[in-house]
C-alpha cells in the first residue's frame, strides 16, 4: 500500500473509531465491552498484528482496571496478631454493593484435587523425590485407575522426567492413558513453578520451552492454563509468555490480602489481564486469583478454616459412618450437629468465597504441599469428599452442585457462564508487587536474598546462550558440510543437562534465596556443574568449527572465568604469555557487532596484543592487588577493546614483545600509602589530604567524587549543551526486625558508612579510570571509560559485598543513590522480567518493605529534562525513599524464621553485583503525570544497548594451541538494534539426537523523546528474511511457531519477510538442510 493511500486510510479508520469509541461512552459501556464490539476494519496485519509500531506515542492503557488505582483507593488496617493479623479493607463508599450477584442458579462446585511438589525448599529436589514425589505419582496413576470420577492435576515437569526414567512400562502407559482421559491434567508445563519477581524472562521462556517439549513428546498433551499458586507476588510480563505459549487461563494466589478484598467486592476475582501495552487486549489471559491465604484444605472452602479444615480427610477424622453423629469442628469447642448441618455450613462457606467472584462456578482447590503421598490419603478424602458431596448435591435447598475435577474443567464451565452473560470479563493491567499475607510482613526480602546465587544464576544464562548458540552452528555446519563432529554425543547430553539445572535454579525457592541451607549447597553444586559443563561445550564447539574432523578427545580451550568451588566467586585465570603467541578467544552471543573494553589478568607487562586481524590493539596496563594497600608482583590487569561480529567469536593472539603498543596506568591515593614492589612502573602518588573532592575528566563525562572516594556528580559534554546532574553515592545498613528469608522488616535504625576517613586508590589509564575504596562490609569499585564511542557515556560500578561475619547478623547493606533528578510524585520505574518497564510509586501509608520492588535488569528515575537509569546484571530490590533517590538493597543476613524456613539466612559468601549509572536527556521536555494510565515509558535504544552489556557480556577462554582461522560468525551481518533473539535453543531428543534450532526474536519498544546520536542503529519495524540470516548454513524449512513450539502457525516461504509488532515475542523452527 502507498504512503498517501495508507495515510488516508488511516486517517479514515481513525475517525470512525473515534465515532464508535463516543457512542459507546455515551451507552456506558466498560473499556473492555467497548473494545470487544468493535466492528472489524480492514487494517494491514501481519498475522493478527496492526502493524503500527512505529507510531512513537504511546497511547494511555485501556484495561478497565489498573492495579495502582486500585492501591490508590485502598484504606485498610490490620487485625490484631492474635486475631490473624489479616487486612481489614475500609471502603470509602458503599457503591460497590450496587453490584451485588443477583443468580438463582445452582453454584458449580470443581473439587480438585492437588498436591504442590516443590523440587527442592526444607529437603533437596533428590530426597523430595525419593521420599515423597515418587509414591505421590505412582500412587496417583493406581487409585485413578480404581475410581474413575477421581481427578489430579500436576506442575512440575521436573519430577515426572525422574520419575519416567525409573518406572516400569506399564506405569508410563497408565500415566499416560489418564492425561489423554483428562483425569491427570497437566498444568503450566514448565520445567519447575517459576518465580516470577527475580526471574529474567528470557530464562523463564528457556524452562517453559523445555517443560512443553518434554511434555508433548513425552504425553502427547499441550498445556493449555497456568497454575502458579505459590510464587509470592506475580509479574505482569509472564502472563504473555503464558498466552504466547497457547495458554487461555491461569490461576493464581499470593496477592496481597487487602487487594484481594478490594477485588472481591466487585466481583473481579477472575480477570483478562492485559499487557499496559496492548490497546486492544488482543493478548489478555483469563485469570483466577484464589481469595484466601493459602492454598492448603483449610484456606480452599471459604472464610471460616474451621470449617474447611475438617475436609482434610488426610490428616483429620473421617466423617462420622451416621448421619445423624455430630462433627467437631476447629479444636472441638463447637460441632455440627450432624451430617446436614455440617453440609450446610460448608455450604454457607462456597457462597461466601463464590461472592468474590462474578459467576456461579467455583474452583476448590483440595491439597496442599507433598499430599497424597499413601493409599489412605487418596482413599479417605474420596471416601468422605464423595459422602459430602452426595449428600449436598441431593438437597435442592443448598443449591449446590459439586464435583470432582481439573482446573482445566472448571475453567470450561467459567467459559460458558462468560458467553451466557454476553459481556467478557473485567481487564486488569498491573502487577501484584509486593505481596504480603499478615501484618506489616511484607514478602520484599527475597527480592535480594543470597545474592551470591542470584548473581550465578544470572552468569549460568550468560553462559547457556552462547552455548546454545555455538552448539547450532557446530552441530549442522558438520552435517552439511560432510565431517564428523566427534564427541557431539556428550555435547549434547551436557547442554541438555545443564539447561535442565538452569530451569530448576529458575524455581520459586532457588532463585529466590529462600530454601534451607542444604538445599542451597545442593543448588549451587547444580549451578558450578551447570556452569562446567557448557563451558566444556562451548570448548569443544569453537574446536570443532575450527579444526572440523581434526578436532581430537583432548579439548584446546579452557575458560578463563573459573570457580574453584562451588560457594567461590567467579576469578580470572592468568594467562601465560608466550614469545611464540597465546590465543584467547572471546564469544558474541548478541544480535549486534559487539565494542567492548575486557579487563584479563597475564603474567608478564612485556605484552603485544594482535586482534582477529593481525592488526596490533593498545593495552593499558594496571595493577593487581594482593591486598588494598599492596601491588602485586608477578601478575598485572590488561584492558584493551575487543570487537566481535554479532553471534561469533574471534581469535586475539598474546605475545610476549619488548615492542608494544602497552601503556601503564597511573596510581593515585588518597589517605592511605601503597607498598610496591615495582617502584619503576607503579609508583603510587599521593592526593592532598586537604583536596575535598577531585574529578574524573575523560573525553564524554566529568565525574566528580568526595575525598571519601564516592560519586558526586556526573557533567555529560554534550555538543555545547553540556549538563550535570548530582549522583551521590552513600552506603548505609539498617538493622533487620523480623527480617527472614522472604520478608523484609527494619525498626528504621540506620547506620551510614564511609563517615571516617577512607584510604582512597586511584588507577587511571588510556581506557578507564577507576576509583577504589574498601570498609569491612564491601569493597565499592567505580569505573569511567575515557572513550568516544557509547561506553563514554555511563559509569560502570562494581560492589564486593562482605557480610560474612558474625557481627554482620541482622544487617540489611543497601547503596543509595541520591540524585538531582526532580522526579515528580514519588514516581519511578523497574523491569517487569527486564521484558518491559512498570511504574511504581512510594506511598507514605505503607511501611518500607511494602515500597521495595523487584529489578531484574533496571530501574529508571525521571523528570521533564533528564533520565537516570540504574542497569543491574543480577536481580536485587529496589526502593525510593525520598525524592530523587534510589536505594538498593545489596545483600542481607535476616536472622528470623517464618514462611515455612525455620532457620536463619546465615550462609552469606563475599558476593559481586554489577551496576551501569546511564544518564540522557530527553530532547523535549517530558510530560510528567499523576495519571498512571499515561506513565508508559520505554528505555532508549542507547539505553538498550548498555544494559546488554551487562546481559550479554563477551565469554573469554584460551587456548593451549594456536589455529589459523581467528573469526567466524553465525550471521551475515548484525541484526537491528531494537530486534532481540530472546531464546535460542538445539532441539535435542531424549536420545541426545539434534532435531532442529527453535528461534525466538523479540521487537523491543524505545523511547523516541532521546536523542539517538551514538548508536549504530535506529529504533523501526525490523524486517528479515530469515532463509538469509544465516552464514555457511542452508535452511531447509521454517515455520512459525507458538513460543513454546507446541502450536504450529504459517510455513514461511524462501521470501518471506518477517515483521513483529514493538513488544511483541515470536517463535520460529529451523530445520536445516
Not at 239 to 253: A, F
Not at 908 to 932: A, Q, R
Not at 1028 to 1042: A, C, G, N
Request: proline residues 4%; hydrophobic residues 35%.
Amino acid at each position: 500500500m502507498k504512503y498517501k493511500q495508507r495515510l488516508i486510510f488511516m486517517s479514515v479508520a481513525s475517525v470512525t473509531l473515534v465515532i464508535v469509541a463516543m457512542y459507546k461512552l455515551y451507552r456506558k459501556e466498560t473499556v473492555t465491552e467497548m473494545i470487544s464490539n468493535l466492528p472489524k476494519l480492514g487494517f494491514p496485519v501481519i498475522g493478527d498484528t496492526l502493524l503500527i509500531s512505529s507510531s512513537c506515542l504511546d497511547k494511555p492503557v485501556t484495561s478497565d482496571w489498573m492495579v495502582e488505582e486500585m492501591l490508590d483507593e485502598m484504606n485498610f488496617t490490620t487485625n490484631s496478631r492474635e486475631s490473624g493479623g489479616l487486612y481489614v479493607l475500609h471502603e470509602k463508599s458503599a457503591n460497590f454493593k450496587s453490584n451485588l450477584k443477583k443468580s438463582n442458579a445452582p453454584l458449580q462446585v470443581v473439587v480438585v484435587p492437588h498436591s504442590h511438589n516443590d523440587p527442592g525448599w526444607l529437603w533437596t529436589l533428590e530426597t523430595y523425590y525419593t521420599v515423597r514425589t515418587r509414591s505421590i505419582l505412582t500412587n496417583t496413576v493406581l487409585f485413578l485407575e480404581k475410581f474413575p470420577d477421581f481427578r489430579m492435576i500436576w506442575t512440575e515437569t521436573i519430577f515426572l522426567d525422574i520419575w519416567w526414567k525409573e518406572t516400569t512400562l506399564d506405569m508410563q502407559n497408565k500415566f499416560k492413558d489418564l492425561v489423554k482421559q483428562g483425569r491427570i491434567e497437566i498444568l503450566s508445563g514448565g520445567w519447575v513453578s517459576v518465580d516470577e519477581a527475580t526471574t529474567h524472562f528470557t530464562a523463564v521462556i528457556d524452562q517453559l520451552v523445555e517443560g512443553h517439549l518434554w511434555i508433548r513428546d513425552i504425553l502427547g498433551v499441550t498445556p493449555n492454563i497456568s497454575w502458579s499458586i505459590d510464587p509470592f507476588g506475580y509479574s505482569t510480563s509472564l502472563p504473555y509468555l503464558w498466552y504466547k505459549s497457547g495458554m487461555t487461563d491461569m490461576t493464581i494466589l499470593r496477592v496481597h490480602g487487602a487487594l484481594k478484598q478490594y477485588m472481591g467486592h466487585r466481583h473481579m476475582m477472575t480477570f483478562n489481564w492485559r499487557q499496559p501495552w496492548d490497546l486492544m487486549g488482543k493478548s489478555d489471559i483469563l485469570c483466577h486469583v484464589e481469595p484466601y491465604t493459602l492454598y492448603n484444605i483449610e484456606y480452599s472452602c471459604g472464610p471460616d478454616q474451621d470449617v474447611c479444615a475438617v475436609m482434610d480427610f488426610g490428616r483429620r477424622a473421617p466423617l462420622p459412618s451416621e448421619k445423624d453423629a455430630p462433627i467437631a469442628i476447629g479444636n472441638g469447642e463447637k460441632q455440627a450437629k450432624n451430617l446436614h448441618e455440617y453440609a450446610t455450613m460448608v455450604a454457607n462457606q462456597y457462597r461466601q468465597k463464590a461472592d468474590h467472584y462474578k459467576h456461579d462456578v467455583l474452583l476448590m482447590p483440595h491439597g496442599d504441599d507433598f499430599r497424597y503421598i499413601m493409599d489412605h490419603e487418596f482413599q479417605s478424602n474420596y471416601d468422605n469428599m464423595k459422602k459430602l458431596m452426595d449428600h449436598i448435591n441431593s438437597r435442592p435447598e443448598l443449591n449446590i452442585r459439586m464435583r470432582f475435577g481439573t482446573v482445566g474443567d472448571y475453567f470450561n464451565e467459567l467459559h460458558k457462564s462468560i458467553t451466557k452473560s454476553g459481556k467478557p470479563d473485567t481487564s486488569l493491567s498491573g502487577d501484584f508487587f509486593t505481596y504480603t499475607d499478615r501484618d506489616d510482613e511484607y514478602w520484599s526480602g527475597y527480592y535480594t536474598s543470597r545474592p551470591f546465587d542470584k548473581r550465578m544464576i544470572r552468569y549460568l544464562l550468560e553462559v547457556l546462550k552462547t552455548a546454545e548458540m555455538l552448539t547450532t552452528f557446530a552441530v549442522y555446519r558438520a552435517k552439511q558440510q560432510g565431517y564428523v563432529y566427534k564427541h557431539v554425543e556428550k555435547v549434547l547430553k551436557d547442554l541438555q543437562e545443564a539447561r535442565r539445572t538452569h530451569g530448576l535454579v529458575q524455581h520459586h525457592d532457588a532463585i529466590t534465596g529462600t530454601s534451607a541451607h542444604p538445599t542451597v549447597v545442593d543448588f549451587e553444586n547444580r549451578i558450578t556443574g551447570a556452569i562446567t559443563l557448557l563451558q566444556g561445550v562451548i570448548s569443544r564447539d569453537i574446536e570443532s568449527i575450527l579444526l572440523k574432523e581434526s578436532a581430537t578427545a583432548n579439548v584446546n580451550i579452557v575458560p578463563i572465568h573459573v570457580q574453584s568451588k562451588p560457594e567461590a566467586p567467579l576469578e580470572r585465570r592468568v594467562i601465560s604469555v608466550s614469545e611464540s603467541g597465546t590465543h584467547v578467544i572471546f564469544t558474541n552471543s548478541y544480535t549486534q557487532r559487539r565494542k567492548d573494553y575486557v579487563s584479563l589478568i597475564v603474567n608478564s607487562v612485556m605484552i603485544q596484543v594482535l586482534d582477529q586481524y593481525g592488526k596490533e590493539v593498545q593495552v593499558q596496563i594496571n595493577p593487581c592487588w594482593n591486598s588494598q594497600n599492596d601491588i602485586a608482583k608477578k601478575i598485572f590487569e590488561v584492558v584493551f577493546p575487543v570487537e566481535v561480529p554479532a553471534m561469533s567469536f574471534a581469535i586475539f593472539v598474546f605475545k610476549r614483545s619488548q615492542t608494544s603498543k602497552s601503556q601503564y596506568s597511573s596510581v593515585k591515593v588518597m589517605n592511605g600509602k601503597v607498598n610496591t614492589p615495582l617502584p619503576n612502573i607503579f609508583k603510587a602518588e599521593d592526593i592532598p589530604s586537604s583536596q575535598k573532592e577531585f574529578t574524573v575528566d575523560t573525553q564524554k563525562l566529568a565525574v566528580a567524587f568526595t575525598d571519601k572516594g564516592v560519586m558526586k556528580s556526573v557533567c555529560r559534554k554534550n555538543k555545547g549543551r553540556g549538563r550535570c546532574t548530582d549522583v551521590k553515592v552513600g552506603w548505609h545498613w539498617y538493622k533487620g526486625v523480623n527480617s527472614n528469608a522472604y520478608c523484609f522488616g527494619t525498626d528504621g535504625t540506620k547506620t551510614k558508612l564511609f563517615d571516617e576517613d577512607v584510604f582512597v586508590r586511584m588507577i587511571s589509564g588510556v581506557y578507564t579510570t577507576t576509583v577504589i575504596i574498601n570498609h569491612v562490609l564491601l569493597q565499592h569499585t567505580t569505573t569511567i571509560y575515557n572513550t568516544s564511542d557509547i561506553h563514554g557515556n555511563y559509569v560502570y560500578i562494581e560492589n564486593v559485598a562482605t557480610l560474612i561475619s558474625a557481627g554482620d547478623r541482622d544487617k540489611e547493606l543497601f547503596m543509595e543513590l541520591d540524585t538531582s533528578v526532580k522526579n515528580p510524585y514519588m514516581q519511578y520505574y523497574t523491569d517487569s522480567n527486564s521484558f518491559q518497564l512498570i511504574s511504581r510509586q512510594t506511598r507514605d501509608n505503607y511501611p518500607m518493605a511494602a515500597n521495595i520492588f523487584p529489578i531484574t535488569s533496571m530501574a529508571v528515575m525521571q523528570d521533564s529534562k533528564t533520565r537516570l537509569t540504574v542497569h543491574v546484571a543480577q536481580p536485587l530490590g529496589i526502593g525510593s525513599f525520598k525524592p530523587g533517590s534510589f536505594e538498593i538493597l545489596i545483600d542481607r543476613v535476616p536472622t528470623s524464621s517464618g514462611k515455612g524456613l525455620e532457620e536463619p539466612v546465615i550462609d552469606n559468601k563475599p558476593t559481586l553485583s554489577k551496576f551501569i549509572l546511564h544518564i540522557e536527556d530527553f530532547s523535549k521536555e517530558e510530560i510528567m503525570t499523576k495519571n498512571h494510565r499515561k506513565r508508559m515509558v520505554h528505555p532508549s535504544i542507547e539505553s538498550f544497548l548498555v544494559n546488554d552489556f551487562l546481559q550479554h557480556p563477551l565469554l573469554p577462554f584460551v587456548a593451549s594451541r594456536k589455529y589459523d582461522l581467528k573469526e567466524f560468525s553465525f550471521v551475515k551481518s548484525s541484526l537491528p538494534c531494537d530486534l532481540v533473539i530472546a531464546n535460542l535453543k538445539t532441539f535435542i531428543s531424549e536420545h541426545q539426537e539434534p532435531l532442529g534450532t527453535g528461534l525466538t526474536l523479540h521487537q523491543r519498544k524505545t523511547s523516541c523523546n532521546i536523542p539517538n546520536e551514538n548508536t549504530p542503529c535506529s529504533s523501526s519495524v525490523s524486517k528479515l528474511r530469515l532463509f538469509d540470516i544465516f552464514r555457511e548454513l542452508t535452511i531447509k524449512e521454517i515455520q512459525k511457531m507458538s513460543l513454546t513450539y507446541l502450536h504450529e502457525k504459517e510455513k514461511l516461504s524462501q521470501t518471506s519477510e518477517v515483521v513483529i509488532n514493538s513488544m511483541e515475542i515470536e517463535s520460529y523452527k529451523i530445520q536445516w538442510s
